[in-house]
């Protein structure tokens, strides 16, 4: 048995369901009960825990919402818990919580291992939890690109490592394609791009900016414009700190400092206080005379220089034209220029260009037809282990003389890859359209299964495909939704013989109307209606003894009373614990 088991299952106020539990088997469980009980609700519920698209009319009329609660034990490593974990989900007791609420306003919630999650959380976990397989579902493995999907899955690395290959190349091809059609296409585009780039790196290129040379030259224009004014300011500066030789009366900063540093000088050797603001005085005197001299340094340097403040400005104002079209300042007006010669030499090698990408297009076409080759010859022997198989599980569900077979073929198409002598057509996944063919009888002409069967029997082809599918790919915990449609008699037994085994190394829990195939489960849950319409707790239960023959005996006759059923209830039990 494998380690996910779906326990249990509440469900309340869910389309006739009240408030019920669904005990589940870890083996076969049958849910059973008379038509409107409520049975499919089963597998709407599932489905809601899934990750299921929620519907505000499953909600029970009266009722603010629907809840579906489940109990899924799981093994530690599991790559279910892992995911589960790193959504901050956590365990109780070895087993995965999961919870859907559905508002009457069609709002939906979602839980897991209490922590509130996407519902598309939901719905990855399922795909390693749980096989829902029902009538819809076999609707979409009617579809041929499904019934690839399928057969892949059936062949495992075989398939998938060319594939994976065959996929990488696929997006390389799609690029390169892409690419030369976008130069070729747009040749005129390109061009008028380049032409605006040649003229504005030349623009550029005939100024010959320095980087942060627009700084430097607003800074000069500043000084250069204010000359006159700080020339003046710093003549007057230095004549109150060092003295103004006009004005031998005047009395400036240096003399007064000097005076008070001579009055202290006299007495300083009286107190060593006095003498530290003699030596501060001194400082002072020191950095006055400094100052003054960097005055007179600059008010002698300064140049009101009329033609350089006009070659300045004219400076400035070729800086200013390039800033206006091609950055903010001068350091991105630069990284315009580093760019744009970049894309002018990517646009100019278009030629060059266009014979590398359509040397590297032919090659990677060639690759592809080798992939798409090995995808072939791998899919056509696994489409062949996989008919024979599926035959197999068909004799054992009473169609002995059907024969499952698949059709792996090319589309001739001048503008694909070559595989096998002749060019073919081409998509993501390869070359190859599969589809899954049946014979019923000998003689019969093999058609697709969507024609080639009736109801029973794509039934029974559909399990066939489960079951082989669970030798290869096991799935923990399967659901069959009515999947015995349209079958009775001795097929119906065949498929509950085969559900039986199939749960040996899964769990299964089976929504049937079949007592033949109901007999064969380990476990049996009755769901019945009370008298006013809807299910409660107790109105989904185990049925065991007498009451499980009962039941069978419904199926049976329509009568649980009748001897006759009885007998041919008893009689199934015991085929079934027999087969066991």
Not at 166 to 173: F, I, K, Q
Request: charged content about 30%.
């Amino acid at each position: 048995m494998v380690g996910c088991v779906l326990e249990e299952m509440r469900i309340r106020s869910l389309g006739v369901i009240d408030d019920a539990v669904v005990e589940l088997s870890p083996g076969f469980t049958a849910v059973t009960g008379e038509t409107g009980a409520g049975k499919t609700m089963v597998v709407t519920s599932l489905g809601l825990l899934l990750g299921g698209r929620a519907d505000a009319a499953l909600v029970r009329i009266g009722a603010k919402n629907a809840v579906v609660e489940g109990r899924i034990a799981v093994p530690e490593d599991a790559a279910a818990v892992v995911r589960a974990e790193e959504a901050g989900a956590e365990l109780d007791d070895g087993a995965l919580l999961i919870s859907r609420t559905v508002s009457a306003e069609g709002r939906s919630r979602a839980h897991l291992g209490g922590r509130s999650v996407p519902v598309g959380m939901l719905a990855e976990l399922a795909d390693e939890l749980v096989a829902v397989h029902g009538q819809t579902d076999q609707q979409g493995l009617l579809k041929p690109n499904r019934q690839r999907q399928a057969l892949d899955r059936y062949a495992g690395d075989a398939v998938a490592v060319p594939l994976a290959k065959y996929a990488g190349a696929y997006r390389r091809l799609r690029a390169v394609v892409s690419e030369l059609e976008e130069i070729t296409t747009r040749a005129r585009e390109r061009a008028q791009e380049a032409d605006l780039l040649r003229y504005g790196l030349d623009e550029v290129a005939a100024v010959e900016p320095r980087a942060g040379e627009d700084v430097e030259l607003a800074e000069e224009a500043e000084r250069l414009g204010h000359a006159e004014a700080l020339a003046s300011a710093a003549t007057v500066a230095h004549a109150a700190l060092a003295g103004d030789p006009e004005d031998p009366e005047g009395v400036d900063a240096a003399t007064l400092v000097a005076g008070a540093q001579r009055a202290l000088d006299a007495v300083r050797s009286h107190d060593p206080a006095l003498a530290a603001l003699a030596e501060r005085i001194g400082e002072v005197g020191i950095l006055l005379r400094d100052v003054a001299g960097d005055l007179a340094g600059y008010a002698g340097d300064l140049d009101a220089d009329p033609l350089r403040l006009a070659a300045v400005e004219e400076r400035r104002a070729a800086l200013t034209a390039l800033t206006r079209k091609y950055g903010e300042d001068i350091a991105a007006v630069l990284a315009w220029a580093e760019r744009s010669a970049a894309r002018l030499t990517e646009l100019d090698g278009d030629d060059e260009r266009i014979a590398e990408l359509t040397a590297e297009r032919d090659a990677l076409r060639a690759e592809l037809g080798g992939l798409a080759q090995a995808l072939t010859d791998a899919r056509t022997e696994a489409a062949e282990r996989f008919a024979a198989a599926v035959t197999a599980e068909l004799a054992s569900l009473a169609m002995p003389h059907a024969r499952v077979s698949f059709a792996v073929r090319q589309t001739e198409d001048p503008e694909g890859v070559e595989v096998g002598g002749r060019t073919v057509a081409y998509g993501p996944s390869g070359a190859d359209e599969v589809e899954l063919l049946l014979a019923p009888h000998p003689g019969a002409p093999a058609r697709p299964i969507a024609k080639g069967a009736s109801g029973g029997e794509l039934s029974r082809v559909m399990l066939a495909v489960e079951v082989v599918f669970a030798g290869t790919d096991p799935v923990p915990t399967y659901l069959f939704d009515e999947v015995d449609a349209g079958v009775g008699g001795k097929a119906a037994v065949e498929i509950g013989r085969r559900l039986a085994r199939l749960a040996k190394t899964a769990q299964v829990v089976v929504v049937t109307h079949l007592p033949q195939v109901a007999a064969f489960a380990d476990r049996q849950l009755l769901v019945e209606k009370t008298n006013d319409g809807s299910v409660t707790r107790s109105g989904v239960k185990v049925l065991e003894g007498e009451e499980r023959i009962r039941e069978l005996s419904r199926m049976l006759a329509g009568q649980e009373d009748s001897e006759t059923a009885r007998a041919h209830a008893e009689e199934l039990l015991a085929t079934a614990r027999d087969d066991a």
